[in-house]
């Protein structure tokens, strides 16, 4: 990007109009032949309900690769030097989400008759410890639960590592699970709507208000500090934005909110992505011959996907439908080329999936099933998982720049 392009951003939007990468057209018709193939052994092996999931999955995927939309990033700025971009595109998708899914919980609402139910989960020592590791984790792996997933389709090459490494930690929280849920002290899964007498419509009355104290709360931050701000996108004009440009956002905070509340009205819950990375390296483990079904962990109807193919999961087939989209998306925009690894960067990739893996077991989710899909869900837990892991990511501020890492800087020219 020019210095001739970056004087022309109008620094309020996180985009601005530069010149593009060729595309890479095998990679990109690589990416749909495979989408295609993959869609059709779903639709045959499970159903279509299990198809149009893989589809949101890649929406999923290229909303998020073309926005470069950060959860690990943000809570990263707003640590270091008070940047609030990120936050506030957060808020913005949490009230539409909020609203949607209070609609959906609310009046039962369902696309395949399914009855509808949200992320709510107990507020225990497991949830306050599994959000801190994995604040912690999501810092030195450069990249959350989300983040993993697309950037290993966007070609980044420590994400690789990372989801690995991610699989390793989640089995080994799978392992733990009935100690930290049985033998810590917990509270009950607390909904802000079912538990409090509020209704859906009280709770999402409070939500509400609560965002917007936070928005209100970001914009005094911003104002004192005068951050820098995030480096704007390259993106294009016209319908071509659409496919090979950068897009804003706010515009990729509203998408992404949408087609949370379509997975909870197809899939009956909303959306997760951790609980396949366990499922992954359970099935692993059984195939080299350890037995994992009797962990407390994979209980029930968790137990019996063990012995299913995995395109009858959900959350797997939304997976891959995340990498391939990044994938896809990335081709289209020439920006898909691995790198070498730096020694230091690889070691922090791998601590801070096994970190996430295992917090995101303790929490009940990740920065996507926890904090997105709990506090859309209006579960309290959602709420406390944010501040923990939030106290992770300034903890891990120390800790990344032994690996080499650097934090933002309130001198940079951008964040």
Not at 224 to 250: A, E, H, Q
Not at 331 to 357: D, E, H, N, R, Y
Request: aromatic share 12%; glycine share 12%; net charge positive.
């Amino acid at each position: 990007m020019t210095q001739k392009t970056v004087s022309n951003w109008d620094h309020k939007s996180t985009t601005v109009v530069a010149k593009l990468n060729p595309m890479q057209k095998p990679l990109a018709s690589a990416g749909i032949l495979i989408a295609i193939i993959l869609l059709i052994s779903i639709v045959y092996v499970a159903n279509w309900t299990q198809g149009v999931l893989f589809i949101i999955g890649i929406a999923l995927g290229m909303t998020l690769l073309h926005a470069r939309f950060g959860f690990t990033s943000a809570f990263r700025r707003l640590a270091s030097v008070g940047n609030v971009q990120g936050l506030q595109a957060h808020m913005l998708m949490l009230a539409i989400a909020s609203i949607l899914f209070a609609i959906i919980l609310g009046t039962g609402f369902s696309f395949t008759g399914v009855a509808p139910e949200g992320n709510v989960s107990p507020v225990g020592t497991s949830l306050l410890v599994g959000a801190f590791l994995f604040g912690i984790g999501m810092q030195l792996g450069n990249g959350c639960a989300s983040g993993t997933l697309y950037q290993v389709g966007g070609g980044t090459s420590s994400m690789l590592l990372t989801l690995i490494a991610f699989i390793a930690g989640s089995v080994l929280g799978a392992y733990n699970f009935t100690f930290w849920m049985e033998d810590t002290p917990s509270l009950p899964a607390i909904s802000l709507a079912e538990s409090t007498g509020l209704g859906y419509v009280g709770a999402l009355i409070v939500q509400l208000i609560a965002f917007a104290v936070i928005y209100w709360i970001t914009i005094q931050i911003a104002k004192k500090k005068r951050p820098p701000m995030m480096k704007p996108l390259p993106t294009t004009k016209g319908f071509k934005k659409m496919i090979r440009g950068s897009w804003p956002l706010f515009a990729a905070a509203i998408i992404l909110a949408l087609l949370n509340a379509l997975t909870l009205a197809v899939k009956g819950s909303p959306w997760g992505i951790t609980s396949a990375f366990a499922l992954w390296g359970g099935k692993a483990l059984m195939a080299m011959g350890v037995d994992v079904s009797s962990w407390g962990f994979f209980a029930g109807a968790k137990g019996n996907a063990l012995s299913q193919s995995v395109l009858l999961d959900a959350t797997s087939v939304m997976n891959f439908g995340i990498i391939l989209g990044a994938f896809i998306s990335a081709a289209f925009q020439g920006t898909f080329k691995p790198k070498k690894l730096q020694p230091k960067v690889a070691a922090a990739a791998v601590v801070g999936g096994l970190m996430m893996g295992y917090g995101a077991r303790l929490a009940f989710g990740c920065n996507i099933g926890a904090y997105f899909s709990g506090i859309a869900s209006f579960s309290l837990h959602g709420w406390v998982w944010a501040v923990m892991a939030f106290f992770g990511t300034y903890v891990a501020l120390f800790i990344r720049p032994l690996f080499g890492l650097k934090n933002p800087k309130s001198t940079d020219t951008f964040c």
